[in-house]
Antibody, heavy 122, light 110 residues
Framework: QLQLQESGPGLVKPSETLSLTCTVSGGSIGSSNYYWGWIRQPPGKGLEWIGSIFYSGTTYYNPSLKSRVTISVDTSKNQFSLKLSSVTAADTAVYYC??????????????WGQGTLVTVSS | QSVLTQPPSVSAAPGQKVTISCSGN????????VSWYQQLPGTAPKLFIY???KRPSGIPDRFSGSKSGTSATLGITGLQTGDEADYYC???????????FGGGTKLTVL
């Protein structure tokens, strides 16, 4: 059964770079036609789509975050990662990784990680 | 402010039916598939409806989805207390080349 697990620091200082990794088990990132992405949810608020990546490296980003976001994939480790630069308190959120069976013209998260809370504070 | 518009809350009694609306435009709902997610408190969202009206394996047929023009609707019949959750609609936005979500609707089963 497919499982996704987020990992990374739970506390990041303002102006620094937030870095998270999603480890996929029960399936191979590099041998399937899926997109792998990140979604976040500030405390008490709704979902915000951050971006997604295909195993070949094709990426799509939320335009409002595009200048600060990089999503990459490491097929040898069956992982994909998120980097968000120049963070502020507004980036405090639960960050989820998720799989989508499509991308570029559609999106649906059919498998999600449990989420990890990242707090931006000095 | 979310790209897709949902009512903040809906409520109904156990056993009754409720609908949750999701409004967008021609760049998103109007020309792309809609999905719906259930989020129980403290847990990750779970896909409940995809491609406008399809249910993943294991989702009860009490849950249904529909789309008309630039709006979509999630319907839940035979409400149970366990259905109390936040529900989100989502789709692709062709103008943004990005996924988008609604602001979420809190369902209360009275």
């Amino acid at each position: 059964q497919l499982q996704l697990q987020e990992s990374g620091p739970g506390l990041v200082k303002p102006s620094e770079t937030l870095s998270l990794t999603c480890t996929v088990s029960g399936g191979s990132i590099g041998s399937s036609n899926y997109y792998w992405g990140w979604i976040r949810q500030p405390p008490g608020k709704g979902l915000e789509w951050i971006g997604s990546i295909f195993y070949s490296g094709t990426t799509y980003y939320n335009p409002s975050l595009k200048s600060r976001v990089t999503i990459s994939v490491d097929t040898s480790k069956n992982q994909f990662s998120l980097k968000l630069s120049s963070v502020t308190a507004a980036d405090t959120a639960v960050y989820y990784c998720a799989r989508s069976p499509c991308g570029g013209s559609c999106y649906r998260g059919d498998h999600w990680g449990q989420g990890t809370l990242v707090t931006v504070s000095s | 402010q979310s790209v897709l518009t949902q009512p903040p809350s809906v409520s109904a009694a156990p056993g009754q039916k409720v609908t949750i609306s999701c409004s967008g435009n021609s760049s998103n709902i109007g020309n792309n598939y809609v999905s719906w997610y259930q989020q129980l408190p403290g847990t990750a969202p779970k896909l409940f409806i995809y491609d406008n009206n399809k249910r993943p394996s294991g989702i009860p047929d009490r849950f249904s989805g529909s789309k008309s023009g630039t709006s979509a609707t999630l319907g839940i019949t035979g409400l149970q207390t366990g259905d109390e959750a936040d529900y989100y609609c989502g789709t692709w936005d062709s103008s943004l080349s990005a996924g988008v979500f609604g602001g979420g609707t809190k369902l209360t089963v009275l």
